[in-house]
């Protein structure tokens, strides 16, 4: 081709040619029409073409999206490139996602991370229970799953405040959206009567969304993963003073153990009011019943080379309720950040259970607990100069009362006169409240931004108990009974630091605080404590990027603290029948340092995820626990001496996904020591502990008709006492495979094999579990029938390590069962 040119509207041409040629081929070419050729002579002439009309079967176009990319700070899955038959949910998704961990408990980790939120189509519904979303919504309904990297919710925040945490964001497919999906299942079984039901509404917009869920089931499926908050606040946590003794479960799949008869329900609710304005209503009610039984011994050391060995059959039952409602509204813009978030939760536990250990002993529990919780945040950003105020307050109550039959430890607590039993009452509440304000912005000092902070804190904690021997109520002694107030003001200024250059970021934290601890015992005025102190706690965060493939965090921080109202009450507490705890009204200070780095690297292209990280956390205490048996009676109390304690971990990961035959496979690494000191029948006792643990996991289709699934976890602890013996070192691993294959059309076959080895047990030293799957699809109607424990193995008999202790448990299994299942959508 020497020239070319293209007709107007009215098929009119021209063309131009200043060569040397004399003769010259001119065709006219279009997509729908013949192609046609002549032969010219070079000069000056019109040429006309009559068109013809013909269609063209074009050639197959594949096209192939990539199962991974990058954009900007974000990583987009694919999700239909991970996803296969056996995927129920988009939690079995993610489980299978390079560089994502979805632990035992549903969080969810990226990097070795947890995120610090949960989106769907970049709309925060469930808040920190993202298990609700994980668990129930399939895999058909999510185009792609996003990792939001250094994710910082507030946008107000986004350039001044560093985040090392990523967040995830489901985006729904169009046909998803603005459709209500509505499923349930009907499951029944045998051995014994079984059942799982469920009914799950869901349904997307850009200006609402909802979830609803009802779930009841007695067959081992354990409905508070959807249910746990991976965000809630730990200062208003449960307070037990009280338990019943019930069996440690074992660490294999809890649908293996769990004997239960759960229902939860939930419903949960966001409106988009406004531009970047949202309402959340969530509302949570389960209930559940729950068995356990295993045979147990507890093995403790005493200093002299001697063990002292208690034999426990343990049978209990408990009986929990728990209904939270949660209201929050929301403003998110890049000048403006308003949170105002709202938590009313109520809990009631009953148990009770029968320990045989020489004689039978039965225990009954009552722990009710009430708690309210509001939470505001106010972010204001002009671009130049702003401010953040954060306020949260809360309150809890939380009575609850013990009893044991018959009665124990009459030489200690009532003059060796018998008794028909023991009962502890306790009442305690804690009221806390944290309040801080800071400038955004407002000292620049060339690349550094200097901001002061101011805040006061206070908490309030009460505690009342007494431990009657005997149903009466006789006048208790003093020695019986606790009645004292703890008080923490603490008021705090300081100034945070932040420099940003390209890659390189560092943010400097330098508050210096005021407290004032007060402790009143109405029982012993004597012994009215108060203590002042001036805190300096910096802290550092550095984060540095060498490109956009490596990452580099580093932390360190000061701290310091005091004795807690759990350790500050004088007079006689009963913990469980053979826990028996009192302690020294006096303030104890503790102070330590932490220290953690962690390196990642990712490969978009390649699939290629691997993050390393270390961290020590180093603590000096002014007392230290002092452990007392007497016969099984295990006496808490604490003396005063300086000790320290020293934790060192570190752990790795390396994540690889493949083209090939969906093939994803991981790699991880995790080691602990722990150095510390305790008293032990008058005696001081170190003692440093060391874990190792190392795990791997594949999937792949290595067949059209046949998917595989396999996990390997390897475990060894070892635990030496200074100038004793050492411990035998115990080991244990786990095999896990899954094969699925595709029979015919639509039928498909499972079957599961699990293998457990422990090193301590003195016979049987490995464990085998066996289930089968058989599932076919019917339009819009799934079957499933599982077989679970085709072994039919009844009892799972474990040992492990914890300081100065060894454990021996041979807990009850669910035994084998049928169930089946009828899955279908209603709407």
């Known amino acids: 081709m020497i020239a070319y040119t ?24 279009g997509l729908g029409v013949v192609t046609q050729v002549k032969k010219i002579k070079k000069e000056s002439q019109t040429i006309n073409f009559i068109i013809e009309e013909k269609n063209f079967e074009l050639r197959e176009v594949v096209i192939k999206a990539e199962k991974i990319y990058y954009n900007k700070d974000t990583i987009n899955y694919l999700v239909s490139a991970f996803t296969d038959e056996t995927d129920r949910s988009i939690g079995d998704v993610l489980k299978k996602l390079p560089g994502i961990d979805v632990e035992e408990s549903g969080q969810i980790k990226y990097q070795g991370t947890p995120i610090n939120k949960f989106y769907i189509e970049n709309m925060d519904l469930l808040g920190g229970r993202y298990g609700i979303a994980t668990n129930n919504i399939a895999p058909k309904d999510i185009s792609t799953v996003q990792i939001l990297e250094n994710h910082q919710p507030i946008k107000a925040l986004d350039s001044i405040r560093i985040s090392d945490k990523a967040a995830i964001n489901l985006k729904l497919k169009e046909g998803s959206k603005g459709v209500l999906n509505t499923t349930a299942q009907l499951g029944i079984g045998i051995s014994p009567l079984l059942w799982n039901n469920e009914l799950v509404a869901m349904y997307f917009t850009k200006k609402r969304q909802h979830i609803a869920t009802y779930k ?51 419903t949960n609710n966001l409106f988009n009011i406004g531009k970047d304005k949202e309402m959340n209503f969530n509302l949570i009610y389960y209930n559940d019943y729950e068995k356990r039984q295993s045979e147990a011994r507890s093995s403790y050391f005493i200093p002299g080379n001697n063990l002292l060995v208690i034999d426990e059959d343990i049978r209990s039952v408990v009986n929990t309720d728990l209904l939270v409602a949660e209201m929050r509204y929301n403003e998110n813009s890049g000048s403006k950040y308003l949170n105002d978030y709202l938590e009313l939760e109520g809990s009631w536990e009953k148990g009770k259970g029968t320990i045989r250990t020489g004689s039978d002993i039965e225990q009954r529990l009552f722990r009710p607990s009430l708690k309210a919780h509001n939470t505001f945040h106010l972010v204001k950003n002009s671009g130049k100069t702003g401010f953040e105020f954060f306020s949260r307050t809360g309150f809890r109550n939380s009575p609850q009362n013990l009893t044991i039959y018959p009665g124990l430890y009459a030489d200690r607590l009532n003059n060796g006169v018998p008794y028909s039993s023991l009962r502890q009452d ?15 912005s407002l000292f620049p000092i060339g690349k550094v931004i200097v901001n002061p902070i101011f805040g006061f804190d206070l908490e309030m904690n009460g505690l009342r108990s007494e431990l009657y021997p005997g149903m009466a109520e006789p006048v208790v002694a003093d020695s019986l009974k606790n009645n004292l107030n703890r008080t923490h003001y603490k008021l705090y200024t300081g100034i945070t630091a932040d420099y940003k250059i390209r890659r390189f970021r560092i943010n400097a934290h330098f508050p210096i605080s005021y407290n004032i601890y007060r402790l009143a015992n109405k029982l012993e005025k004597q012994k009215d404590e108060q203590l002042n102190k001036w805190y300096f706690e910096p802290s550092f965060q550095i984060q540095y990027s060498f490109s956009s493939k490596i990452d580099i965090n580093a932390n360190f921080s000061f701290y310091n603290g005091i004795n807690s109202i759990y350790e500050l009450y004088s007079g006689y507490l009963l913990e469980s029948y053979r826990y028996l705890n009192h302690y020294d009204s006096r303030f104890a200070l503790s102070h330590g340092n932490y220290q953690s780095l962690s390196f990642s690297y990712k490969d978009i292209i390649n699939m290629f995820f691997t993050n390393v990280s270390i ?35 570190t752990s790795g990961k390396i994540s690889k996904g493949f083209d090939w035959k969906k093939l994803s496979a991981d790699l991880g690494v995790n080691y602990l020591t722990n150095a510390s000191q305790q008293i032990r029948q008058d ?22 008709f046949l998917i595989v699934s396999l996990e390997s976890a390897w475990q060894q602890s070892k635990s030496r006492i200074e100038l004793q013996q050492a411990f035998a070192p115990i080991r244990s691993y786990t095999n896990t495979a899954n094969f699925d294959f595709k029979l015919i059309d639509k039928l498909r076959f499972g079957v599961q094999f699990e293998q457990y080895y422990n090193s301590a047990l003195q016979n049987n030293k490995y464990l085998y579990f066996g289930d089968i799957h058989l599932s076919y699809t019917l339009k819009q109607v799934g079957f499933e029938l599982d077989w679970n424990n085709i072994l039919n193995t009844r009892d799972y008999v474990t040992a492990f390590y914890s300081s100065m202790n060894e454990y021996y448990s041979a807990y009850r299994i669910r035994p084998s069962n049928l169930l089946l299942k009828v899955r279908f959508k209603i709407k």
């Open 426 to 440: 306790v009442r305690a509440n804690t009221l806390v409240s944290s309040n801080k304000f800071s400038f955004l």
């Open 683 to 704: 005696n001081l006792v170190n003692y440093d502990m060391k874990l190792l643990n190392l795990s791997a996991k594949l999937n792949m289709a290595p067949a059209s």
């Open 216 to 266: 009841t089931n007695n067959s081992g499926n354990d409905l508070t993963k959807e249910l746990r908050s991976f965000t809630a606040s730990s200062d208003l946590s449960p307070e037990q003073y009280t338990n019943i003794q019930i069996p440690s479960p074992p660490n294999i799949n809890k649908n293996r153990y769990l004997f239960n008869n759960s229902q939860a329900v939930t």
């Open 615 to 649: 961290s020590r956390n180093y603590n000096k205490n002014s007392v230290i626990y002092s452990q007392n048996f007497e016969d099984n009676l295990l006496l808490t109390s604490i003396i005063e001496k300086p000790n320290a304690n020293s934790t060192i971990s």
């Open 6 to 29: 293209f007709s107007d509207n009215n098929g009119n041409y021209e063309i131009t040619y200043s060569g040397e040629e004399k003769e010259l081929l001119l065709s006219v070419s």
